[in-house]
Nanobody, 127 residues
């Protein structure tokens, strides 16, 4: 069965940090780009970060730039999202997604470009 599994979510105070992991099961991630998305209640899903297959290109949403960092370990078929200086507005369900998505600034955030999706992990930033 082909699936992505996110982990690492939880409750954290403002200013805190979390690291999300996205592990592939049943396939390898070597040739696939990974996108991180989030969806808050009542809001549309938005692209948060992108990493190309060889880690050569990353993109970030303006709202998280300088605070979030994505990386990957293809040998482990795992991708990470390090989230620092978290704010209450970062509260959402976070998803990872994989697909053949070109490293262009105009498409990485389009959810329709990704084929495989994880089930999501809840991140809550609150005091």
């Amino acid at each position: 069965q082909l699936q992505l599994v996110e982990s690492g979510g939880g409750l954290v105070q403002p200013g805190g940090s979390l690291r999300l992991s996205c592990a592939a099961s049943g396939f390898r991630l070597d040739n696939l780009a990974i996108g991180w998305f989030r969806q808050a209640p009542g809001k549309e899903r938005e692209g948060v970060a992108y990493i190309s297959p060889n880690s050569g290109t990353t993109y970030y949403a303006d709202s998280v730039k300088g605070r979030f960092t994505t990386s990957r370990d293809n040998a482990k078929s795992t991708v990470y999202l390090q989230m620092n200086s978290l704010k209450p507005e970062d509260t959402a369900v976070y998803f990872c997604a994989a697909g053949v998505v070109r490293s262009t600034g105009s498409t990485w955030y389009m959810a329709s470009k990704y084929v495989y999706w994880g089930q999501g992990t809840q991140v809550t930033v609150s005091s």
